[in-house]
């Protein structure tokens, strides 16, 4: 079971929602749209689904051209954001809801009904009505009503979004087992890093209607084949600086130098662009090893409890660090920051990957 999507765009009133994409997703996988708002997520599920039609290019099915196929006769289950139940009905009757449209027998209907409920940990509120439960119990019942019509694709759209952050853990957690359980395939669109890592399977990167790499989650996340992926998959964005390379040195600046280490070393001389995720910059004080040290203005700080973002101007370059524990140093005061050089990425100076960073070459 299979679902291919060949040379697929989508035009609407002269501008592109999705360029021409190739992708194939198979059975019993979880597939991830990672991107921000407005980067085609939601349009490119639309299309898998049948919900719109593709303005060039065609969908398969299992090998079969399914196009121009409705909705409706596809094994196709989508849940939204906005997770919809009928408040009127019990949850057992949103369960059974789209079963009785299909016309399944009364017995099937019962058995299919309390297998997903099961599943779903939603047994005992089977006699409920949705605004009787927790939001997270009404997102399992939207999800519960998508799994039990035995859908060869779910399409999950950014599920979690309106929940708190308490359910939000406690479903993402749920979710892979739901999935491995099913046996179909799954995707899933989000805008955050951080979930697409938790939900392991496969990531499709986007950025303004294209995917810009598809592989393993953990693959895309450690090697992204561009800045505009590395950009996508790092929460804050990665930050990037002009570098240049001469024999084992790597030049950042007039005065930042550090050794080219590994992979770096056997790159050709000249320029490039580095990057590295927010997660590595450090405070100077905190750093071991040959870090790269860099002098920059501090422009403003965010401080969650446990980490401290770190709103960075380096030579007219905005960066953010995100540094452990409760930091307060002085806004517009001149600020040390350290980069280990086993965390940068180099890429050309047109976008692609140039060498991984030595730790997830090494990975």
């Not at 040379?7 to 996988?29: A, E, F, M, N, Y």
């Not at 979004?161 to 995707?187: C, Q, T, W």
């Not at 505009?228 to 600086?241: G, L």
Request: net charge negative; hydrophobic share 40%.
């Amino acid at each position: 079971m299979t679902l291919e999507l060949k040379g697929v765009s989508r035009v609407v009133g002269g501008r592109t929602h999705i360029h021409p994409t190739d992708l194939t997703l198979q059975k019993g996988t979880m597939n991830v749209l990672l991107g921000p708002t407005l980067s085609g997520k939601t349009s490119l599920m639309r299309l898998m689904a049948g919900l719109d039609q593709p303005t060039e290019g065609r969908v398969f099915w299992d090998g079969q051209d399914v196009t121009g196929m409705r909705v409706q006769d596809r094994r196709v289950a989508m849940v939204y954001q906005q997770f919809i139940n009928y408040p009127a009905m019990t949850v057992y009757d949103n369960i059974a809801s789209p079963l009785r449209l299909m016309k399944v027998g009364r017995a099937e209907v019962d058995a299919r009904v309390r297998e997903t409920a099961e599943l779903m940990k939603l047994t005992p509120m089977l006699d409920r009505k949705p605004l009787e439960l927790s939001g997270g119990q009404q997102q399992r019942c939207a999800l519960a009503r998508a799994l039990v019509k035995d859908a060869g694709l779910v399409l999950l759209d950014e599920p979690l979004a309106n929940l708190d952050y308490k359910l939000r853990e406690e479903l993402r957690v749920e979710i892979p087992r739901i999935f491995e359980a099913s046996g179909a395939i799954f995707v899933y669109a989000t805008t955050e890093p951080e979930e697409a890592l938790l939900l392991g399977g496969n990531t499709a990167a986007l950025w303004e209607g294209r995917v810009t790499q598809f592989g393993s989650t953990s693959e895309v996340y450690r090697k992204p084949g561009d800045r505009v992926t590395a950009r996508v998959f790092s929460d804050p964005p990665m930050n990037f600086i002009a570098l240049e390379k001469s024999g084992h040195r790597l030049s950042f600046g007039s005065a930042v130098n550090a050794p080219a280490a590994g992979a770096l070393a056997d790159l050709p001389d000249g320029r490039y662009i580095a990057g590295f995720r927010p997660n590595h910059v450090e405070m100077e004080g905190h750093n071991t090893g040959e870090a790269v040290v860099f002098d920059c203005t501090l422009s403003g700080i965010e401080i969650t409890g446990s980490e401290t973002f770190l709103h960075l101007d380096h030579a007219g370059a905005k960066w953010v660090g995100l540094v452990e524990g409760v930091h307060a140093p002085e806004v517009g005061a001149p600020i040390r920051v350290c980069v280990d050089p086993a965390f940068v990425y180099l890429f050309t100076e047109d976008g692609a990957l140039a060498a991984p960073a030595p730790y997830a070459a090494a990975a």
